[in-house]
């Protein structure tokens, strides 16, 4: 059983499109992740999100945590077909234990 | 910086053998952590060190699993009689724990893909 749960599960757009991936708990986290993975491959870092209604932004991405640390979503703008991938976010309640989403796969079609 | 390395990335094995894994995490960071991804999932926490002391378990690592790191530096799993459920992703990732920064960013290797027949 996931802690994190993200959607949608399955997301194929094309080129150019928008897109928002999210992820929400009923637990609060001190501090959120978001990863990248692409198949046979380990989870590439993207952000870190600490403080509670925080907004990153990453070129075409932007990340945002909600106000009460328990939900966070993923924005992509005009996405491209290297945005391809498993996006995964990843909770921490304490300073070592990650726990993860079950991730949501994106297929950006060119 | 080399970032995390893993090896093997691919290990096909029979059931009952034992195998191990190590991984050699970025040089200057003191945390180093297992995880288990399964197809379809998240990875799952294993394990994690601090130096060379091993501070907690999961669980999910039951007595056929073991997890060294002798000298604070590379880190091993051996996963002993391996059963056909213990196919999986194992993923290694370290960090740099400094409680001056107050976040604890992990960075994962490329894995080790077990398959066992």
């Known amino acids: 059983t996931q802690l994190l749960e993200q959607s949608p599960q399955f997301l194929s757009i094309q080129e150019g499109e928008n897109l928002t991936v999210y992820c929400n708990s009923s637990?609060?986290?001190?501090?959120l992740q978001w990863y990248r993975q692409e198949p046979g491959e380990g989870p590439v870092l993207l952000v870190t999100?600490?403080?509670?209604?925080e907004v990153k932004k990453l070129k075409r991405l932007t990340f945002q945590f909600g106000d009460a640390r328990k939900d966070s979503s993923l924005h992509i703008t005009a996405a491209q077909p290297g945005d391809t991938g498993l996006y995964l976010c990843a909770g921490s309640s304490n300073d070592y234990k990650l726990s993860f989403g079950a991730g949501t796969t994106v297929t950006v079609r060119a | 910086d080399t970032g995390v390395s893993q090896n093997p990335r691919h290990k096909i094995t029979k059931r009952g053998q034992n195998v191990t894994f190590r991984c050699d995490p970025i040089?200057?960071?003191?945390?180093l952590y297992w995880y288990r991804q399964t197809l379809g999932q998240g990875p799952e926490f294993l394990t994690y060190?601090?130096?060379?002391?091993?501070?907690?378990k999961s669980r999910l690592l039951s007595d056929r699993f073991s997890a060294e790191r002798p000298k604070g530096s590379f880190s091993t799993l051996e996963i002993q009689r391996t059963e056909q459920g213990d196919s999986a992703m194992y993923l290694c990732?370290?960090?740099?724990?400094?409680?001056?920064?107050?976040?604890?960013?992990?960075?994962f290797g490329p894995g080790t893909r077990l398959t066992v027949t």
């Open positions: 999100v600490v403080t509670g209604g």
């Open positions: 060190f601090q130096n060379e002391a091993q501070l907690e």
């Open positions: 040089s200057e960071h003191n945390r």
């Open positions: 637990s609060v986290f001190s501090s």
């Open positions: 990732a370290s960090s740099l724990a400094d409680p001056g920064q107050g976040t604890y960013e992990q960075y």
